[in-house]
């Protein structure tokens, strides 16, 4: 069984960082998948924030986050990062982890960017 978990989230003030992990498991083919992290926050539609290729060679951001935001991964771990810097409390919300592509979902860490 497929299972996505992430971690790192939490309570930050403006300007901060925060280093989210997403941990893969039940598969044996996640150096093969591209993983991407998405972004749901309060009333709005759950948006694209940050994908990297299989074997992390290509990553691609959200143009709200580019430069901010800096997403990687080990394969060896079954693990994808997120490193977030500079927040802002317009980044505050839910971040998942998914399988890019894919209906594999993580269950979401809560970010909060408030003073």
């Known amino acids: 069984q497929v299972q996505l978990v992430e971690s790192g989230g939490g309570l930050v003030r403006p300007g901060g960082s925060l280093r989210l992990a997403c941990a893969a498991s039940?598969?044996?083919?996640?150096?093969?998948?591209?993983m991407s992290w998405y972004r749901q926050a309060p009333g709005k539609e759950r948006d694209p924030v940050a994908l990297?290729?299989?074997?992390?060679?290509?990553?691609h951001y959200a143009d709200a986050v580019k430069g901010r935001f800096t997403i990687s991964r080990q394969n060896a771990k079954n693990l994808v990062f997120l490193e977030m810097k500079d927040l802002k409390p317009e980044d505050t919300g839910v971040y998942y982890c998914?399988?890019?592509?894919?209906?594999?979902w993580g269950r979401g860490t809560q970010v909060t960017v408030s003073s």
């Open positions: 998914r399988i890019h592509g894919t209906s594999f």
């Open positions: 039940g598969l044996t083919t996640f150096s093969f998948n591209d």
């Open positions: 990297i290729t299989s074997n992390g060679g290509n990553t």
